[in-house]
């Protein structure tokens, strides 16, 4: 098993940039990879970003260019840099861990972008 703390949320304008935090209660190694999805009101949860415990990262479409993920692996947190947030960013990002076939979530955490 796994515990995941998202942070970093807030209310941002149009243009700016917050960093999110998934914080682990193990090891990043024991962990195949890290997902961030988001859910704005009244849509389907998006895939936005992954990292591998081998450092391999992919990003949603919407995302590419404007976001990044990474890690540090002594800290067993994952990071999702967002830059020229839009409003249609406005969602709760959440973090999914993967063990094997087992799927952890954390609580999310709210972003909040103005225009």
């Known amino acids: 098993q796994v515990q995941l703390v998202e942070s970093g949320g807030g209310l941002v304008q149009a243009g700016g940039s917050l960093r999110l935090s998934c914080a682990a209660s193990?090891?990043?190694?024991?962990?195949?990879?890290i997902n961030w999805y988001r859910q704005a009101p009244g849509k389907q949860r998006e895939f936005v970003a992954r990292?591998?415990?081998?450092?391999?990262?992919n990003l949603g479409d919407s995302v590419k260019g404007r976001f990044t993920i990474s890690r540090d692996n002594a800290k067993n947190t994952i990071y999702l840099q967002m830059d020229n947030l839009k409003p249609e960013d406005t969602a709760v990002y959440y973090c999914?861990?993967?063990?094997?076939?087992?799927?952890?979530w954390g609580r999310g955490t709210q972003v909040t972008v103005s225009s």
């Open positions: 999914r861990g993967e063990i094997g076939d087992d799927v952890y």
């Open positions: 193990r090891s990043l190694f024991s962990i195949n990879a």
């Open positions: 990292i591998t415990s081998f450092d391999g990262t």
